[in-house]
């Protein structure tokens, strides 16, 4: 199976890939000319893929970069609280990463600061840079539109297929071509970091340019359930411009659909409005962390409206893909990795893409510094820290469970049984052994009855394939998947 990959302009799922391309940007431009709010939005691009969410929202949100003397940065913060809390707590980390961008950056102040000195401070700053390498990326072709809060680098250009996420494109692709009629509504789902908010937005860029006369809007679920209790606590024409708003679009993405649960008056808005979309064939778009019929406190008509389309899962991406991601990433960047590291890479992380991009930013950075090919030793000690500790479960756990799941005897999975009804959980024990645990073919085959290995893979290719057209199957999988965890 053949993975396409877009040289040289491979972007990936998250906004690190910005920071890299302006990363040198700011090493090369004289200290005069470095925009404040440039610099210090790449610096929360870096800040946000080391801190959790919440703690990114909390402490770093309305903080800008108020001024820069004599290699001191000023940061404006909004209250003493949050002053003291990143002076304890992320100084250093925030030093380090605005002098990776600076090198005559020497000190970091925290200036509490009111709303009117960012509206002074944004006025004065320089629109652009004057100089730029012909090498580097236009900075203006990522500002979100704010007309359609689409992000332009999500495009489906940029977006790197392999056989974990194939089907997913191949449905998007289908989206674009007749929206509102094929796939409608396109429900897509998988953790985070595997490229959903990428994927769905690349449908909304691709039917702006297809379509020009389309009106195409993007948000999340959270900025969908606050503007419209502020509308509630208003009066009702201020909800019924609400309404009218979102109605007017022929094209609707909305991410994180998981934020609905247990909001009940929300539900029932984006249920009103689904149905006045869809009545008009406008295309619908969702994404959520889980499918729709594991989402707690989800009303059933919610759930049975997202499954009148497509639903489709993107997992964690396969070896082969995550091998694909790392030769991309490394001819990007021109580093030379050996291909016995890069080997060993793909097979030690089996998280997000996020997360391997993360980890082969740290070989990047060492390779900047150092400018050395980065051996296989070298990466080990470099990543050993990094790589979480792989799933661990005991094989007859699994068996049981799925046993269990399918009403069988747990016995009869090591039978030599042709039985319908014991072939297709034996099968799906050997793919998720496989896929989650990596466990080796002859390894499977020995302790499932001392079968073949070549039975084992043969078990594995079939679930794989029918996990494109049996979406029972796939919603099976995925509620075993989370029993296993």
């Not at 249920?271 to 619908?284: A, C, G, P, V």
Request: glycine residues 4%.
């Amino acid at each position: 199976m053949h993975i396409k990959v877009s040289f040289p302009q491979v972007q990936y799922f998250s906004r690190r890939y910005i920071l890299e391309c302006t990363h040198k940007s700011f090493l090369l431009m004289p200290h005069t000319l470095v925009d404040n709010s440039k610099l210090w939005e790449n610096v929360l691009v870096e800040v946000e893929l080391a801190v959790s969410k919440a703690n990114f929202s909390t402490w770093f949100k309305g903080t800008y970069i108020l001024k820069q003397e004599e290699g001191i940065v000023f940061v404006s913060v909004p209250n003493a609280f949050v002053k003291d809390w990143l002076n304890n707590k992320y100084h250093n980390t925030i030093l380090k990463i605005l002098r990776s961008f600076s090198e005559q950056v020497r000190a970091l102040e925290y200036i509490v600061t009111k709303e009117e000195g960012r509206k002074k401070e944004s006025s004065e700053a320089p629109r652009t840079f004057t100089q730029q390498s012909n090498t580097e990326l236009p900075l203006h072709d990522f500002y979100i539109n704010k007309e359609d809060n689409l992000n332009p680098k999500y495009t489906f250009e940029s977006f790197v297929v392999g056989p974990f996420n194939e089907l997913a494109h191949a449905a998007a692709q289908a989206v674009v071509k007749k929206p509102g009629f094929a796939y409608n509504p396109f429900f897509v789902y998988g953790n985070t970091g595997l490229g959903k908010t990428h994927l769905t937005q690349a449908i909304g860029n691709h039917i702006k340019l297809a379509h020009p006369g389309k009106k195409v809007y993007y948000l999340t679920s959270e900025k969908f359930v606050i503007e419209y209790m502020n509308a509630v606590s208003v009066n009702s024409q201020k909800v019924n411009q609400f309404k009218e708003k979102y109605r007017k679009y022929d094209v609707l993405i909305v991410d994180d659909i998981q934020f609905f649960a247990g909001k009940d008056r929300s539900q029932e808005e984006i249920f009103h409005l689904f149905n006045s979309l869809y009545e008009n064939n406008k295309q619908i778009i969702f994404s959520s962390d889980k499918h729709p019929n594991f989402i707690p406190n989800l009303e059933e008509r919610l759930k049975s409206r997202f499954g009148a389309g497509m639903i489709v899962d993107i997992p964690n991406p396969d070896m082969e893909s995550r091998l694909a991601i790392l030769r991309s990433k490394v001819l990007q960047n021109n580093i030379p990795v050996s291909p016995e590291a890069l080997e060993y890479l793909a097979s030690s992380v089996e998280g997000s893409i996020r997360e391997l991009e993360g980890i082969l930013n740290s070989i990047v950075c060492q390779f900047q510094l150092k400018g050395l090919e980065l051996g296989l030793n070298e990466i080990k000690n470099l990543i050993k820290n990094s790589i979480k500790p792989k799933k661990m479960v005991a094989v007859k756990d699994v068996i049981k469970i799925i046993a269990n799941f399918y009403q069988i005897e747990e016995n009869s999975i090591y039978d030599k049984t042709r039985k319908k009804e014991v072939v297709k959980p034996r099968q799906v024990i050997m793919f998720l052994l496989r896929e989650d645990f990596n466990i080796s073919y002859p390894s499977i085959g020995e302790k499932l009855g001392g079968r073949d290995h070549t039975t084992v893979i043969h078990s594995c290719e079939k679930i794989k394939e029918e996990l494109k057209s049996d979406n029972l199957l796939v919603q099976e999988i995925a509620e075993i998947r989370t029993m296993l965890v």
